[in-house]
């Protein structure tokens, strides 16, 4: 899987990464990436990040270079919370600290998610080990920007809502039963699905999945797919199967997919993306013929 995940790294880089009115060409200098003339001793080294900056959601964004002493083991958050401490580019220029999100430093809570060197990662997990002394950092794709790292990943909860990925907990049903038994065997392959994390990486990755919001019909993405999976075969969750199944037979549903498998190759949990559609291809044809005849 390491192997996949480089060559789609690769893939992203040789694409390049744009934003608005800004593209990493603006940057001049060794590609990021490629080791440049060693910069001290390999257990401490000093890194070149090259940050795209936005100061506001409105405002043009804008490139800048720091200089950071790494230790061993640093990871892209270490260096980021090192640089806040002491904000000054590489032309002496002592400037705002950059904005960027973590919390729970162990690939849990998906917060720290950007591009790396041109790739969706979350910066918590993504080792300087793995990276060139020159590194460029900018914010997650396809959601609008806060300022600088920091993005507004509403647009991914607004898909979750879309295809309710929730189990209620009151409804018609009776609740005093005993508890639903589910098998080792469907317990093992639901968890998958449980760890996603909504770091929204899988959406960054998806050419299906649009720019921005628009009118918030287009294609629903990978990761609110993947819950579907999961909460269908929920002992609860089913009790709203044909909703959901409804909501991604209608437009920007499944159909959208465009099966490029980006997803599945760049999502940090490992999560069966391209599985779970699969399967939901199956249930809701099952749905349409229920639609058509009854049942
Ligand atoms: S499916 Fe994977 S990549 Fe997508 S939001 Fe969940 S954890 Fe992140
Ligand atoms: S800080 Fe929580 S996933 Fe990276």
Request: hydrophobic content about 40%; charged content about 25%; overall charge positive.
């Amino acid at each position: 899987m390491n192997s996949v995940r480089r060559a789609v790294r690769l893939a992203f880089e040789a694409a390049g990464s744009s934003g608005a009115g800004t593209t990493s060409s603006a940057v001049v200098g060794p590609e990021p990436g490629t080791r440049v003339a060693p910069s001290s001793t390999p257990e401490r080294r000093t890194v070149e990040l090259r940050i795209r900056r936005q100061d506001a959601p409105d405002t043009a964004p804008y490139w800048q270079r720091f200089r950071v002493a790494a230790k061993p083991g640093d990871n892209i958050v270490s260096v980021l919370r090192a640089l806040r401490l002491d904000p000054v580019t590489t032309d002496g220029e002592r400037v705002d600290p950059v904005a960027f999100e973590h919390n729970c430093m162990e690939e849990v809570c998906g917060a720290c998610a950007m591009l790396i060197d041109g790739s969706p990662r979350p910066s918590c997990s993504t080792l300087l080990a793995e990276l060139g002394d020159v590194i460029r950092l900018e914010p997650l794709p396809k959601f609008p920007v806060v300022r600088d790292l920091m993005v507004d990943r509403a647009r991914l909860f607004a898909g979750l809502q879309r295809v309710q990925a929730w189990v209620r907990l009151d409804g018609p049903w009776v609740t005093h039963e005993r508890a639903p038994r589910i098998s080792q065997r469907q317990w093992a392959a639901d968890y998958r699905y449980s760890r996603c994390m909504s770091c929204g990486i899988c959406l960054a990755a998806c050419p299906q999945f649009p720019d921005s919001a628009g009118d918030g019909r287009g294609f629903i993405g990978p990761s609110a797919l993947a819950q579907v999976r999961l909460l269908n075969a929920h002992p609860l969750g089913r009790y709203d199967k044909t909703a959901r199944l409804h909501a991604i037979m209608a437009e920007g549903g499944l159909t959208d997919c465009g099966n490029a498998q980006n997803c599945v190759r760049v999502c940090p949990k490992e999560i069966p993306l391209t599985t779970a559609i699969g399967e939901l291809g199956r249930q809701t044809t099952l749905q349409a013929l229920k639609d058509l005849f009854g049942g």
